[in-house]
């Protein structure tokens, strides 16, 4: 079942500059989709006119906006509100009763293993637990699609591995259409179904590549040879993506 | 003993030794300037009295009933009442028109102008004009301190308003909240830092503005103000007007550390800011407990 799909989308800011130069793009529920490309390359971009916080210059995009999940670059979190608040947010912005929502909160909370932090306050939190409670806030809601902007690109090396294991552990149960940002090679491996490379200016998908690892993944696939030479062979298209 | 404890005791003791040790130089200048500068003591108390003299002379006459400390708290009784309620009025009205502003880039455009104007212009040159509209008593009084307390309240709140995270702007646009919800739900407690500041900011303005207010305006149900204003104009009253002068002080100092206070407990859990007014040397001024 296609749950996002896109259609020579481009996208030229007022200053002249091409982002984005005609991108297509389909992603069915249960596949995780990861972009990687040079800083500056209009991958965020794409997420913003996915999301609709911006139009594109041309092109269409089909996907549910209702069921939608965003998780940003920072955690985003309100820094007056504790842990609980802050994963109820966005069901209470949409309006779903507040009865209704305590069970989806709760189970969201479990799902990314904040239970004993939930009276915390953002600034008590570490970084990695900031990401987790910004991926219960969007896991409330059960989207079907899932944005992922360069979520653990701040975290240390070691953290971000968890956060991998456990995001894909998420996936595997929630079965949603992931999209997914980095500058990781082996994250992006990791993760995901499919990989594709774009380029800068215009920013352009110059190739894709299918990961075959079956699911659940054990971290250890991290080592293995075939893990090692799809990395070589996405870091071989980055280059030519750079020049 | 740890060492940490250790340590914060010796910070909590150089944020009470150290501004003592400012007060006794200061007031060892003011003895010796006295000292020196006057050749005979009575020229000396109706100029630069010492400072003793402004406690036993200024305030000590307890049973005097038109100098000291029983008329100087009587007198201040109106200039607390003035105060307040024109920081009140000052905050509702900074607030409100701050938050229009925000909401419409017209309305900020036709409106900041005339609130800088309103900030500079010297309020009590205009006296006469003031006296035409809103009297003598303690109406035009009030009016001087809201106009003068205003302007840091509705700047500092605009600011907080308009500074609030994009990155959470895009939060609430992706979850399609109203134009109510993101003010009441995201803006406001965004700006609850600067507003504070604002506020504490005004808090000083409005104690000068009442009191100086009872220069121009001496009418009605009057302030300490009068009180000073009056012991001025007779050399030998000096340590009254001492007197008075520093108890309206003591009021604003009083009014900067409450709302201080106020400060850290709304925005105690959570702020960034909250850490750096921790951090910063004013916290002599707030509870010590609970640090």
């Not at chain 2, 000068?208 to 050399?235: C, L, N, P, W």
Request: some cysteine; charged content about 20%; hydrophobic content about 45%.
């Amino acid at each position: 079942m296609t749950a996002l799909s896109l259609h020579n989308i481009s996208m030229t800011f007022p200053d002249g500059t091409q982002a984005i130069d005609d991108v297509d793009l389909t992603i069915k529920r249960g596949e995780f989709v990861t972009i990687v490309g040079p800083s500056g390359c209009g991958k965020s971009t794409l997420l913003r006119i996915i999301s609709g916080l911006q139009q594109p210059t041309s092109g269409t995009c089909e996907v549910n906006r209702k069921s939608l999940g965003y998780v940003f670059q920072d955690s985003v979190l309100l820094p007056w509100r504790n842990v609980r608040k802050n994963v109820e947010l966005n069901a209470e912005l949409q309006g779903v009763p507040k009865e209704q929502r305590q069970e989806s909160v709760q189970k969201a909370i479990n799902l990314v293993k904040l239970n004993d932090h939930v009276t915390k306050f953002p600034h008590q939190l570490s970084g990695g637990m900031k990401m987790r409670c910004s991926l219960a806030r969007s896991l409330v809601s059960q989207p079907q699609v899932f944005l992922f902007d360069e979520p653990f690109g701040a975290l240390d090396e070691m953290t971000r591995e968890h956060l991998n294991d456990e995001l894909l552990n998420i996936f595997l149960q929630e079965k949603f259409a992931g999209l997914f940002i980095t500058h990781s090679i082996q994250e992006a491996v990791f993760l995901s179904t499919r990989v594709i490379v774009m380029s800068s200016q215009p920013g352009r998908f110059i190739s894709e590549h299918t990961i075959d690892f079956p699911f659940p993944r054990v971290p250890d696939i991290r080592y293995s040879a075939e893990f090692a030479e799809l990395c070589g062979r996405i870091s071989h298209d980055l280059k030519l993506a750079h020049a | 003993m740890k060492l940490s404890s250790q340590i914060s005791q010796n910070r909590r003791i150089s944020t009470i030794v150290l501004p003592v040790i400012t007060f006794i130089v200061f007031l060892s200048i003011w003895y010796a300037y006295a000292k020196f500068h006057y050749d005979n003591p009575v020229q000396r108390r109706n100029a630069l009295p010492y400072p003793h003299e402004i406690f036993t002379d200024g305030f000590l006459p307890l049973n005097d009933k038109v100098n000291g400390l029983r008329p100087i708290l009587g007198y201040m009784w109106p200039t607390v009442k003035v105060t307040f309620l024109g920081l009140l009025i000052a905050v509702v009205l900074g607030v409100f028109v701050a938050t229009l502003m925000n909401l419409s880039k017209g309305i900020e455009k036709s409106l900041f102008p005339y609130a800088v104007i309103l900030q500079t212009v010297p309020i009590l040159a205009i006296t006469p004009l003031l006296t035409e509209l809103f009297g003598q008593e303690i109406g035009v009084r009030l009016v001087v301190t809201v106009l003068v307390a205003i302007f840091p309240v509705m700047t500092n709140m605009l600011f907080g308003l308009q500074s609030t995270d994009r990155a959470l702007h895009d939060l609430f646009t992706l979850n399609q909240a109203s134009r109510w919800t993101r003010l009441i739900k995201l803006e406001f407690p965004s700006a609850l830092p600067s507003l504070m500041t604002g506020i504490r900011i005004a808090s000083g303005s409005a104690v000068i503005g009442s009191v100086v207010a009872d220069f121009f305006f001496a009418k009605g149900e009057k302030g300490i103000g009068y009180y000073i204003r009056t012991r001025q104009q007779q050399a030998i009253q000096r340590p009254e007007m001492f007197a008075g002068t520093i108890t309206a002080s003591l009021f604003g100092i009083a009014m900067f550390v409450l709302i201080g206070w106020i400060t850290s407990r709304a925005i105690r859990n959570w702020h960034d800011s909250n850490l750096a007014i921790r951090q910063s040397s004013f916290k002599i001024l707030r509870p010590l407990k609970g640090n």
